[in-house]
């Protein structure tokens, strides 16, 4: 079968074949050339994190007057691949997955518009978007400890001397 398709089809065109071979050839390293080199490519998919605080107020609460309202806020944002929320003790952290083609600009972008535009929360809470960073860019995670020193002067050395 194999010997009859080359026989018939391939041997008498060898010039159709051997252009189509180098076109298939230059296309390729064209693709490869553009091609972005990066050091430590980004594999990770486009996140935007919503972290709103609320000091002293039960995860029930968090859910329900933080983290629900703001996720029903951002349901819409274009590109939105995965929606993910965690409530905690004065805190609730939204996560929004993007899809692969969207940069950090206008997936940060979006979800600020659709973030201030449509969501009603309790008096003296503001939301505010995470670090623009990859699962790359966190290097390190620290916490600034000392047995007997006062919250300020830790807030001052995290500040000003780490």
Do not use: C
Request: hydrophobic share 45%; proline share 7%.
């Amino acid at each position: 079968m194999q010997s009859r398709l080359v026989r018939y089809l391939v041997l008498p065109r060898r010039a159709v074949v051997v252009t189509l071979a180098l076109v298939l050839l230059a296309w390729g390293i064209h693709s490869f050339r553009q091609l972005p080199i990066e050091p430590y490519p980004n594999i990770s998919p486009m996140n935007v994190q919503i972290i709103t605080q609320w000091p002293g107020r039960s995860a029930l609460e968090v859910e329900r007057l933080l983290t629900i309202p703001i996720e029903t806020a951002v349901a819409g944002v274009p590109n939105l691949k995965a929606l993910r929320s965690i409530s905690l003790f004065g805190l609730s952290v939204v996560t929004l997955q993007f899809h692969d083609f969207v940069d950090s600009f206008h997936a940060r972008q979006d979800t600020s518009l659709f973030l201030t535009n449509g969501v009603s929360l309790p008096p003296g809470v503001t939301p505010v978007l995470g670090p623009d960073s990859d699962a790359v860019g966190e290097v390190m995670r620290y916490a600034v400890i000392g047995d007997g020193v006062d919250l300020m002067t830790l807030k001052t050395w995290q500040d000003w001397d780490i």
